[in-house]
């Protein structure tokens, strides 16, 4: 029962900003990392940035200095503001948990949300 949720996409123009939020249920939210992935059309699904149980980060080299990933553990929700956007961040955005049982890693994943920057 795993459920990712997320929202905040939309239009942008090139330079603008957008935040995302995820919301999260099915798990123990604080015992798990998460992470922003995102799929352009003709392209794989990429990793954008993650973040820790202890709220450590990493990011994609193309949106360092850029996107800014959070955790809010009481409210079961993780974030990616994004500022500076360009027309090559235009993609579905997807949350992910990886959940390790032994030796198989599961992967769930939200529905995603669209975000597009054009002028």
């Known amino acids: 029962q795993v459920q990712l949720v997320e929202s905040g996409g939309g239009l942008v123009q090139p330079g603008g900003s957008l935040r995302l939020s995820c919301a999260a249920s099915?798990?123990?939210?604080?015992?798990?990392?998460l992470r922003w992935y995102r799929q352009a059309p003709g392209k794989e699904r990429e990793l954008v940035a993650g973040?820790?149980?202890?709220?450590?980060?990493n990011y994609a080299d193309s949106v360092k200095g850029r996107f800014t990933i959070s955790r809010d553990n009481a409210k079961n929700t993780v974030y990616l503001q994004m500022n500076s956007l360009k027309p090559e961040d235009t993609a579905v955005y997807y949350c992910?948990?990886?959940?390790?049982?032994?030796?198989?890693?599961?992967?769930?994943w939200g529905q995603g949300t669209q975000v597009t920057v054009s002028s």
């Open positions: 992910n948990v990886k959940k390790s049982t032994g030796w198989v890693v599961d992967d769930y």
């Open positions: 973040i820790t149980v202890f709220r450590g980060t």
């Open positions: 099915g798990f123990t939210f604080t015992n798990y990392g």
